[in-house]
Each structure stands twice: as structure tokens, then as C-alpha cells.
């Protein structure tokens, strides 16, 4: 039973380019969340997506944008990228019931 | 907004030796969970807890859920060199959005 998957696992991109990271949720979860994490701090709640829509969000800018799939896949999306959004960037799904969150083990963005 | 107090914000121990950690806050929360994240992984669970007063073990590991609800502690006993990491206190309220604590980074010496 393969957990929640993530790519690229690593990634380098200059300011202004855009990137768009990806996520396979647990097997049976139906929602999935994206999850910002610098350098030693903990994870900072971008948004959650649920029925291919997005429920809840953080206090991250309209820059961050997402997308579910009708298979519950996700992909998370960032425009004009600065050098403060290197990070690591981690997606984890749950059921919507409030179940606990299983973790990928993220894509490290490195901005340049 | 909701934010959680977590200490100590690290900790460096014998191996042998046990740890507490514990995650405080102002608002009461329906769930405390403890997540453990190795370098260059996701945090993984390690314990779950969804009842005032509920004392939960997992192994060495040991975590309550406060009284009133605005609180959390985690125990490991006989630390081992695997209990290296980061680990985070997380909380869910009503409106459903987790909270993260900024995490307890524990080193233990051999």
C-alpha cells in the first residue's frame, strides 16, 4: 500500500519562473494538503483541496494556486517565484472525516 | 490566529536517558497529535489523541491530552540513537484547520 508520493524530490528554479509540484495521496484519502516548511521551522498551511476544490487556505498569496484531480491527486502551483519561496514543500492527505495526515516526504524548491 | 507553545525548542541527551516535551495553548482543541520528522522526510505520526484526559502509549513513547484541553505532553523513555529528529505537536479545532507547533529538535549522544 504505497503512501502518499511526491515530485520531484528536488528541484532548482530562478526568480520569476513558475513551478508546479506534485503529489499522489495514501491509497483510500480523498483529501489532500500542501504544506510550505523553511528551513528549520515547522510546516506552514498553504491550502487543502477536497472534491477537486479548494476548502480551506493559508496565509500564503494568490501567487500559490492548486489543483485536484478526479483521482485525488494534486498538484501545487507557484508563479513569479522569489527567492524567499525555497522551502520545503510537503503534501500530505487525510480523509475528510479529520483523520490524522500522512506525510510525503516532500519537494525541495531551491530559488536562485 | 491560533498558536501553540512547544518546548523545549531542543534538547540534546545521553542515550538511556528519557524526554519530555510538551505543546501549550490558549484555545481548547478537539485532537493533539505528535508527528516525528527525520532529516529529509515528512513528519510521520507517532501518536494520536482524541480525549480530554486520554494517556496514549506507542512503544517508549507516551503522550497525554490535557484536562482542559489546551495542552499536550510527549514522554520517551530510554532514548536510543533513532529518536533523533524533530518533533511537532499539531492540534485541530472545530474549524478543522491544523495547527503545528515549531517543533522540539532532539539530539541524543551515544
Known amino acids: 500500500d504505497a503512501g502518499v508520493t511526491q515530485s520531484p524530490t528536488h528541484l532548482i528554479k530562478t526568480r520569476g519562473q513558475q513551478v508546479t509540484l506534485r503529489c499522489s495521496p495514501k491509497?483510500?484519502?480523498?483529501?489532500v494538503s500542501w504544506y510550505q516548511q523553511a528551513l528549520g521551522q515547522g510546516p506552514q498551511f498553504i491550502f487543502q483541496?477536497?472534491?477537486?476544490?479548494?476548502?480551506q487556505r493559508g496565509n500564503f498569496p494568490d501567487r500559490f494556486s492548486g489543483h485536484q484531480f478526479p483521482n485525488y491527486s494534486s498538484e501545487l502551483n507557484v508563479n513569479a517565484l522569489l527567492l524567499g519561496d525555497s522551502a520545503l514543500y510537503l503534501c500530505?492527505?487525510?480523509?475528510?472525516?479529520?483523520?490524522?495526515?500522512?506525510f510525503g516526504n516532500g519537494t525541495r524548491l531551491t530559488v536562485t | 490566529g491560533q498558536q501553540l507553545n512547544q518546548s523545549p525548542q531542543s534538547m540534546f541527551i545521553q542515550e538511556g536517558e528519557d524526554v519530555s516535551m510538551n505543546c501549550t495553548s490558549s484555545?481548547?482543541?478537539?485532537?493533539w497529535l505528535w508527528y516525528k520528522q527525520d532529516p529529509g522526510e515528512g513528519p510521520v505520526l507517532l501518536i494520536a489523541?482524541?480525549?480530554?484526559?486520554e494517556l496514549t502509549s506507542n512503544g517508549r513513547l507516551t503522550a497525554q491530552f490535557g484536562i482542559t484541553r489546551k495542552d499536550s505532553f510527549l514522554n520517551i523513555s530510554a532514548s536510543i540513537p533513532s529518536d533523533v529528529g524533530i518533533y511537532f505537536c499539531?492540534?485541530?479545532?472545530?474549524?478543522?484547520?491544523?495547527?503545528f507547533g515549531k517543533g522540539t529538535k532532539l539530539t541524543v549522544n551515544p
Open positions: 489523541l482524541y480525549k480530554a484526559g
Open positions: 483541496y477536497y472534491e477537486e476544490e479548494e476548502r
Open positions: 499539531i492540534t485541530q479545532g472545530g474549524s478543522e484547520k491544523l495547527v
Open positions: 500530505a492527505s487525510s480523509l475528510l472525516d479529520g483523520s490524522p495526515l500522512h
Open positions: 484555545s481548547i482543541f478537539n485532537t
Open positions: 491509497s483510500g484519502h480523498d483529501t
